[in-house]
Nanobody, 126 residues
Framework: QVQLVESGGGLVQVGGSLRLSCAAS????????MAWFRQAPGEERQWVAG?????????YYADSVKGRFTISRDNIQNMLYLQMNNLKPEDTAVYYC??????????????????WGQGTQVTVSS
């Protein structure tokens, strides 16, 4: 079992920045991949970014956030982060972190992730 707890959401103006955090606990040594997803009201949950939990490997982003968001990790503290810059109203959503025990998979497929946090609200005002 893995527990994930997100924090760092809030209200920010267009063009502003926020950093989301996701604290992982439990069987973190089994985690292979982690990702951020988001869900806006009335819409399906969509993948935002992903990366491997340990070792080398690239970072992956949805086209809508590429160049503005950065996913990073701290394996010592068991933390996953999402730095969000130049925020837009369309970034308004509940943001979730997710963990997968499998090494290989499809980054954007939410069905492949074993564990999810409760989400943190991000609201971008214009």
């Amino acid at each position: 079992q893995v527990q994930l707890v997100e924090s760092g959401g809030g209200l920010v103006q267009v063009g502003g920045s926020l950093r989301l955090s996701c604290a992982a606990s439990g069987q973190t040594l089994r985690i292979e991949r982690m990702a951020w997803f988001r869900q806006a009201p009335g819409e399906e949950r969509q993948w935002v970014a992903g990366r491997r939990w340990t070792g080398t490997g690239g970072t992956y982003y949805a086209d809508s956030v590429k160049g503005r968001f950065t996913i990073s990790r701290d394996n010592i503290q068991n933390m996953l982060y999402l730095q969000m810059n130049n925020l837009k109203p369309e970034d308004t959503a509940v943001y979730y972190c997710a963990a997968d025990f499998r090494y290989a998979g499809t980054w954007h497929s939410e069905g492949e992730y074993n564990y999810w946090g409760q989400g943190t609200q991000v609201t971008v005002s214009s």
